[in-house]
Every structure is written in C-alpha cells, then in structure tokens.
C-alpha cells in the first residue's frame, strides 16, 4: 500500500501503535485497553478517546480493520497495523521535508553512532543484504 504522505504521530496514537508492534496477532478494543496501562495500572491515554484514535489511524492508514468476532453488540473489530515500527520511522525522515537519498549514509552512521554498535560489521552486512533485495524489487 503506497501513502500520500506520513503523518505526525500524537503521544496516544503512538501508544496505541505501540501495543499493536507489540501484538503477535491482531487485537481487539478490550485487548487494546487492556495493555494501554502503566506499572501502576493508569491507563496511557483515555478510554473514551479509544475511537477517536482508532479512527485517525485508519485515516492515515497506519491500521487496518482485521475481521471482527461476534455479532451485533457483541461484534468485536480487532485492528492490525499496517507498517512496521521501523517502517514509520523511515517515513518519518524521508517525509520531514529536508531529506535527500544521499542522507541514507549519514542517517545509517548516526544510527550506529547512538546505538553504540559493538559489530558495526554484522549491520553493514545485513544492510547490504536488504538493500540488495529492495533494489532487486525496483
């Protein structure tokens, strides 16, 4: 699925993001709400914003409806995400508006920078290696 353009992430959408990167399997509201709580059981962001949310993901395409349980009242939509965690931080920098391809450099360094990378090696590799598959895609 091809985006128009990345969307800024507010605090409680990226929470709720979160929980689906997290998931194994797509999840339902209660599963959602139910993971969305701090050490000390707080809830991250409010419950009667859940649709809220829900419906500004779907708009920016982050998720995506999975098929529902139940029926009537009991009818439960569960929500999987659409892109990968890492997949939403790349398009967070080639669509800020001041990258150029020629940046993939520097950004790969910066990342091994401030990961402090002790096999900088074994990730160049595995870089080339996932390059080679994208360009072969192209």
Known sequence: MKRKKAHQLTNSELILMEILWQADHPLC??????????????????????????????EKGYIKV?????????????????????????LQIVQSGNFAPMDIPDIVCSLLQYA???????????????????????
């Open 29 to 58: 509201r209660p599963e959602i709400i139910s993971a969305a709580v701090n050490e000390r059981g707080e809830p991250l962001f409010a419950v009667s914003s859940f649709h809220l949310l829900v419906n500004e993901l779907l």
């Open 66 to 90: 999975t098929n529902g349980t139940g029926r009537g009242r009991k009818h439960a939509r569960s929500y999987a995400p659409t892109l990968t965690r890492n997949q939403h931080f790349a």
């Open 116 to 138: 402090k990378v002790d096999d900088a090696s074994m990730v160049l590799h595995k870089i080339e290696e996932q390059a080679e598959q994208v360009t072969a895609a192209y």
